[in-house]
T-cell receptor, first 113, second 114 residues
Framework: SQTIHQWPATLVQPVGSPLSLECTVE??????LYWYRQAAGRGLQLLFY??????ISSEVPQNLSASRPQDRQFILSSKKLLLSDSGFYLC????????????FGPGTRLLVL | AQSVTQPDIHITVSEGASLELRCNYS??????LFWYVQSPGQGLQLLLK??????LVQGIKGFEAEFKRSQSSFNLRKPSVHWSDAAEYFC????????????FGQGTRLTINP
């Protein structure tokens, strides 16, 4: 069966510091991968998606970037964090036998101080 | 533009009572529709989905939802709620633009009274 991992689970970072969040998927090949952000009291916003290695599409202009160095690895990065980057970041995957359904990881809570 | 509206931000029901969470969507084509549930500090768990066919879909944990094209709705129901159902519920529409993207509603927080 497929599983999706995110780490770290929680992160507290100062303003201006770099960021790297990692997401990995097991049990499937060539998944579509997604990064969402959930700000406090708000719904989920799609940030990036990827349909293959090295292929990244950005949905909203922002301080963040994404990379997909391996088939089942998706990384969310920033060179300099802003206060507004605080939130709950969720990675999701879709594809294979599951088709268009997206399955979510446990999330990373980021607090920028 | 595609959008999803969940009119109820917060709903409180008594344990054992029936539940209906409302969801309305705006999308020009035949939608893919989803309901997810999120417990505090957790990721999203898929409850059920509608792609085509029977408009009444069954999901996990005793939930069901009915797709009504004429009303652009996909309401979630459960005949008898349990205390463990307390969580946040998100309705989403899937749109195909390169990959399938999900557009989420703002969520409905469900509180269960004992």
């Amino acid at each position: 069966s497929q599983t999706i991992h995110q780490w770290p689970a929680t992160l507290v970072q100062p303003v201006g510091s770099p960021l790297s969040l990692e997401c990995t998927v097991e049990g499937t090949s060539n998944p579509n991968l997604y990064w969402y952000r959930q700000a406090a009291g708000r719904g989920l916003q799609l940030l990036f998606y990827s349909v293959g290695i090295g292929q990244i599409s950005s949905e909203v202009p922002q301080n963040l970037s994404a990379s997909r160095p391996q088939d089942r690895q998706f990384i969310l990065s920033s060179k300099k964090l802003l206060l507004s980057d605080s939130g709950f970041y969720l990675c999701a995957w879709s594809g294979g036998a599951e088709g268009e359904t997206q399955y979510f990881g446990p999330g990373t809570r980021l607090l920028v101080l | 533009a595609q959008s999803v509206t969940q009119p109820d931000i917060h709903i409180t029901v008594s344990e054992g009572a029936s539940l209906e969470l409302r969801c309305n969507y705006s999308y020009g084509a035949t939608p893919y529709l989803f309901w997810y549930v999120q417990s505090p500090g957790q990721g999203l768990q898929l409850l059920l989905k509608y792609f085509s066919g029977d408009t009444l879909v069954q999901g996990i944990k005793g939930f069901e939802a009915e797709f009504k094209r004429s009303q652009s709705s996909f309401n979630l129901r459960k005949p008898s709620v349990h205390w463990s159902d307390a969580a946040e519920y998100f309705c989403a529409v899937g749109i195909i633009q390169g990959a399938q993207k999900l557009v989420f509603g703002q969520g409905t927080r469900l509180t269960i009274n004992p």
